[in-house]
């Protein structure tokens, strides 16, 4: 039987050779097989061919057969393990928590057991006539958040 330790053992050196790491590793009941790469420098198509390659020789189709995913984590998609949150420190991030609050701002520090924001905000301040910016940290451990993905921005 084909199994996620199976395929981390592996894809394991690949990967840390080229710089990236594992997302997630699904294996489903009929052998189908999902991964999720990402890097710091970005998962190319052609890693994935090699990183597909090197799982498709390693398992005999005549003794379990199998359909095969290999694929760079998705621009839109949640962050799914700390080093997502890592690679994206400095840029805008949305952060749904499981309260259901939504939080803009600036991923500005992540740590193993949690991240924080810098939210930025225009209020009245008393004695003002124009509205201030005003930035307010917020920290966030991350079985606080139901889901964080980068807000993608088109000049």
């Known amino acids: 039987m084909i199994t996620k330790e199976s395929i981390k053992d592996l894809i394991t050196d690949f990967i840390e050779d080229q710089n990236a790491f594992i997302v997630d590793i699904k294996v489903g009941a009929s052998n ?7 890097s710091i420098d970005g998962f190319s198509i052609d890693d994935c061919v090699k990183a597909s ?10 003794v379990e057969d199998f359909e095969l995913e290999v694929a760079s984590a998705g621009l839109s998609e949640p962050f799914k393990v700390v080093r997502q949150y890592e690679k994206n420190l400095g840029k805008e991030i949305e952060t749904l928590t499981n309260e259901g609050i939504k939080i803009n701002g600036i991923l500005s520090n992540v740590s193993e057991v949690d991240f924080e924001i810098e939210e930025s905000k ?6 003002k006539k124009k509205k201030q910016n005003v930035i307010k ?11 964080t993905k980068v807000i993608i921005k088109f000049k």
């Open 122 to 127: 225009l209020v009245k301040v008393e004695g």
């Open 137 to 147: 940290k917020h920290t966030f451990s991350f079985d606080q958040v139901k889901s």
């Open 53 to 62: 390659k090197l799982i498709e020789s390693s398992f005999d189709r005549d």
């Open 32 to 38: 189908k097989i999902n991964i999720e790469i990402d």
